[in-house]
């Protein structure tokens, strides 16, 4: 059951691959013949997306039965199922405007993510005692959901902001529209040195003095930028460390995720001037002419519609019920962990963006701006969070 659950898996991200590039092609049809062409590619890459997401779905099943609880109790799972949730928004955004660029955009994101989730332990393991409970399905799936159709209005706000922004000369807008690539180039970054380390088979064991001040050995699968606090490198003619995490930093695996932290920004940083120097100009430039003829308000809208059903829903699992949960598990409804100050954060930024949008009428370039920095608070809380900050949550 469990190969075959790697099995629709990897089918859904070669489908996933197939219908991004379907989409792209119907980008590249002339114009004189976009409503017959285009509407074919499109409603082919809509197919596709189903399809890939129903051969998802399969995974999510199978690996449930296999493992006998909900599959997104790790930052495998969870990340997994994040992506898949980020597909189901497409598709449900999609079926009502029928944008094909959306495709472009939305697909790829997905992939990383999905892509990401995989370079991250994949066995399964036993349910921890304090995950053993119903909540976990019900908080989980429903706070994973809301961050996938949230993902929407960050894809559509990209989409108008490279489709908007002067790219004749350089500016604070430019910048910030480039940091934003680089960060999703982070992402293929860390994706691509992982498995190159992956394939070469490496691992570096350190010595240390783990949280519950017992000796204990951490295995490194990708060279050592930060080591473990007073850790010991055990492994001859391997690279590093160059520094030590903080002392602060607890938890089991918590100089191990550092690293990755810190790979994931170089890695991109890499690719990011790779790119440059190829294309001899900034990216947002570069991806500007293939947005020339979308319609921008349709785009505007589409961003604001994703908000509109994604906060409700986001609202609901991740602090709805999570206080109930912590109420059942910790006796307190709240308790200032990491993961819920940011939960909380996400959710008053786009309570924030509703009140502008609805009453001070904020359209256009300005609420672009919001949900690319929302989903930038979304990958944060996923990434930064669980890697480098450590409290309750820690396990995933």
Known sequence: MAELSSSLLYAAFIIYFIATAVFAVALTVKKSDEATTMNKWGRWGYILSIIGFISQLGYFITRWIASGHAPVSNLFEFTTFFGMMMVLGFIVIYAIYRLNVLGVFAMP??????????????????????????????????????????????????????????????????????????????????????LYFGLTDYQATFNWINENEAEAELVYQLPAIAGPHEGELLTEDTFGPLFEAPSWMEGIDAPKKLNTFIWSLLSGGVLYGLLRLLLRKRLGAALQP????????????????????GFPVFTLGALIFAMIWAQEAWTR????????????????????????????????????????????????????VNLVIAGLHSYA
């Open 109 to 194: 994101v997905a992939l990383l993510v999905i892509a990401y989730a995989s370079m991250f332990p994949r066995e399964i393991e036993p349910l921890i005692p304090a995950l053993q409970s119903n909540w976990l399905k019900i908080h989980v799936t429903t706070a994973a959901l809301g961050e996938g159709i949230l993902a929407i209005s960050f894809v559509a706000g990209l989409i108008y902001l490279i489709a908007s922004i002067d790219q004749s000369k350089g500016s604070k807008k430019t910048g910030w529209l480039e940091f934003v690539l680089y960060t999703l180039l982070s992402t293929l970054g860390f994706i691509l040195v992982s």
């Open 290 to 309: 293939m947005l020339k003829n979308i319609n921008k308000e349709l785009v505007d809208e589409i961003s604001y519609r994703s908000v509109a059903i």
């Open 333 to 384: 409804f709240w308790g200032w962990d990491p993961k819920e100050v940011w939960a909380l954060i996400t959710f008053l930024f786009y309570a924030a963006y509703l009140h502008l949008r609805l009453t001070r009428d904020w359209h256009g370039e300005r609420s672009a701006w919001l949900c690319v920095l929302g989903f930038v608070i979304i990958m944060f809380n996923l990434i930064a």
